[in-house]
Nanobody, 117 residues
Framework: QVQLQESGPGLVKPSQTLSLTCTVS??????????WSWIRQPPGKGLEWMGV???????YYSPSLSRRTSISRDTSKNQFSLQLNSVTPEDTAVYYC?????????WGQGTQVTVSS
């Protein structure tokens, strides 16, 4: 069973870069039947898909966030990461990493990130 664990700072100042890492266990991020995503949920709002990295390292982003978002991976550590540039208080949310195959959907526990000076 795939397990996901988010890590990173819980507080980021406006205009700075938010950086989070998802550590994957129980499966390889290079496995062709999975995609690896970042999803967030602002307070009082629904889930927002931010972007995905595939088994071969291809990336796709939400059009509304594409100018500020970058997803990368470290295959040696079995991790994938999120960078969100130029954050504002509107980027305050619980951030989740997510793994999806045709038959499985796995979530990390989520990590709260607050953007505030």
């Amino acid at each position: 069973q795939v397990q996901l664990q988010e890590s990173g700072p819980g507080l980021v100042k406006p205009s700075q870069t938010l950086s989070l890492t998802c550590t994957v266990s129980g499966g390889s991020i290079t496995t062709s039947n999975y995609t690896w995503s970042w999803i967030r949920q602002p307070p009082g709002k629904g889930l927002e898909w931010m972007g995905v990295i595939t088994y071969d390292g291809s990336t796709y982003y939400s059009p509304s966030l594409s100018r500020r978002t970058s997803i990368s991976r470290d295959t040696s550590k079995n991790q994938f990461s999120l960078q969100l540039n130029s954050v504002t208080p509107e980027d305050t949310a619980v951030y989740y990493c997510n793994a999806v195959s045709t038959v499985r959907n796995y979530w990390g526990q989520g990590t709260q990130v607050t953007v505030s000076s």
